[in-house]
């Protein structure tokens, strides 16, 4: 496989940001050309970067052994947000960078040949692009994701946090401006609520010894009564790489390959 780095200059964020790609070999695409190859959209956690889905996994062999593009853009610490201070990521991650790797490599970006994933803050952009784009994906996993925002967070905490109340004005301009917006999941889960039926497949785990238990506790029960399907499970594990990994692998088999192969 080919790992590939482009550092380019986004109009949407107005700074040179990294972006990887795990690209097949020649030899590969004489048996399935790239615009046949399935896409799978990698999103990183909070104090992670763009290269952390391919340093910390087997994801580059997986790419080799099943036949498929990776594309792992760089989140910051942005949630995913457009942020208050002109930083564009959702614009970015959603409209600007599909466009510019379209152009570049002729990949196949339709809803049937893509899915996205992410781990913690990733899992929380990965669900936010499906719920708000509906028609740009197949499927959508969170591993360990941060899907309670808004009137989820304890205020009180929030307010003995400054280190939290510094990151929320950065990102939203403030935490009381999450509830009811787009960065909102329980506002994710009453758009949907419209028409479930043109949504993704969607796709969560986390562990049970992981701190975001609550929170993606939270968000399925909303999901359930927001009859909004979520094939949600607990499984043994941490806050880490080697939960990520192993569930990973799962998705990339059991939901990426077979929807390419059908």
């Known amino acids: 496989m080919a790992l590939v780095r482009i550092d380019h200059y986004p109009e949407t964020l107005q700074v040179n940001t990294a972006v990887y790609l795990i690209l097949p070999d020649s030899e590969d695409l004489q048996a399935r050309p790239l615009d046949q190859t399935p896409v799978l959209w990698l999103l990183h956690g909070l104090s992670d970067d763009a290269s952390a889905w391919q340093r910390y996994t087997n994801l580059e062999t997986l790419a080799r052994e099943l036949?498929?593009?990776?594309?792992?853009?760089?989140?910051?610490?942005?949630?995913?947000?457009?942020?208050?201070n002109g930083q564009a990521y959702f614009t970015y991650l959603m409209e600007e960078l599909p466009f510019y790797l379209q152009a570049l490599f002729k990949l196949n970006m339709s809803r049937e040949n893509s899915c996205i994933a992410?781990?913690?803050?990733?899992?929380y952009g990965a669900f936010k692009a499906a719920l708000n784009y509906p028609d740009r994906f197949r499927a959508a996993f969170s591993l360990s994701g941060a899907l309670a925002l808004g009137p989820a967070i304890d205020k009180s905490k929030a307010a003995s946090n400054p280190q939290l109340m510094h990151e929320m004005g950065m990102v939203f301009g403030g935490l009381e401006k999450i509830t009811g917006s787009i960065n909102d999941p329980l506002h994710w889960l009453e758009m949907a609520q419209a028409n479930p039926e043109a949504l993704p497949d969607l796709y969560a785990v986390c562990g049970d010894q992981d701190d975001l238990l609550p929170a993606n506790r939270f968000f399925i029960a909303a999901a359930q009564r927001a009859g909004i399907p979520v094939n949600y499970r607990e499984e043994p594990g941490r806050h880490d790489w080697?939960?990520?990994?192993?569930?990973?692998?799962?998705f990339i088999r059991e939901v990426l390959?077979?929807?390419a192969n059908d």
């Open 67 to 84: 036949d498929f593009v990776a594309i792992m853009p760089s989140g910051g610490r942005s949630l995913y947000a457009d942020q208050a």
């Open 257 to 259: 390959m077979e929807g």
């Open 118 to 123: 992410g781990n913690s803050m990733g899992g």
């Open 242 to 250: 080697y939960f990520w990994q192993a569930h990973l692998e799962g």
